[in-house]
T-cell receptor
Framework: GAVVSQHPSRVICKSGTSVKIECRSL??????MFWYRQFPKQSLMLMAT?????????EQGVEKDKFLINHASLTLSTLTVTSAHPEDSSFYIC??????????FGDGTRLSIL | EDQVTQSPEALRLQEGESSSLNCSYT??????LFWYRQDPGKGPEFLFT???AGEEKEKERLKATLTKKESFLHITAPKPEDSATYLC??????????FGSGTRLLVRP
């Protein structure tokens, strides 16, 4: 099946640090990538949608200056959490979708801000 | 408003005890219904896509069915390794996936 690689799997850092998370589609061209946030025992909450070569579309309530998304190629999207604070601690998951492909998800990044 | 509701929230089964998980949906024009499996600390793993009422898909001990209002994920003779959270989702009119809250399945040996 389609593989989406997400890196790093876990990050622990101090408050005020910016953290970059990478999402790669390994065996298909992802025209659209999605970034989700998931709280314990809750379902996935969509943060933003990004299409290759264009600006990301953010969901209501998601700060675009806080969560910077870059989708530079058909196989790579990055999410940068800028000046992270403890309330940004969460499980972040990306997914990728191509033509005739359902969304395939990465294994997530556990972000812990001290 | 597009909505997906899953039940039960949690389900405990003995190994070999078959059961079904429910996913009810309300969406303006069905563009497919997706089932995913999520293990703790992992991203969702794609299982099935169903597009039209009456369609069925099978994979090992899992079978997904679809009607005009809901989908069922039937688990036949489950094993402990089937323990996971099962998520269903439908695309909205803007093609964003709307997820249900999931069913946490625990299969005891």
């Amino acid at each position: 099946g389609a593989v989406v690689s997400q890196h790093p799997s876990r990050v622990i850092c101090k408050s005020g640090t910016s953290v970059k998370i990478e999402c790669r589609s390994l065996d298909f061209q992802a025209t659209t990538m999605f970034w989700y946030r998931q709280f314990p025992k809750q379902s996935l909450m969509l943060m933003a949608t990004s299409n290759e070569g264009s600006k990301a579309t953010y969901e209501q309530g998601v700060e675009k200056d806080k969560f910077l998304i870059n989708h530079a190629s058909l196989t790579l999207s990055t999410l940068t959490v800028t000046s992270a604070h403890p309330e940004d601690s969460s499980f972040y998951i990306c997914s990728a979708a191509g033509s005739n492909q359902p969304q395939h998800f990465g294994d997530g990044t556990r972000l812990s801000i001290l | 408003e597009d909505q997906v509701t899953q039940s039960p929230e949690a389900l405990r089964l003995q190994e070999g005890e078959s059961s079904s998980l429910n996913c009810s949906y309300t969406v303006s024009g069905l563009r497919g219904l997706f089932w995913y499996r999520q293990d703790p600390g992992k991203g969702p793993e794609f299982l099935f896509t169903l597009y039209s009422a009456g369609e069925e898909k099978e994979k090992e001990r899992l079978k997904a069915t679809l009607t005009k209002k809901e989908s069922f994920l039937h688990i036949t003779a489950p094993k402990p390794e089937d323990s996971a959270t099962y998520l269903c989702a439908v695309p909205s009119s803007s093609y964003k996936l709307i997820f249900g809250s999931g069913t946490r399945l625990l299969v005891r040996p």
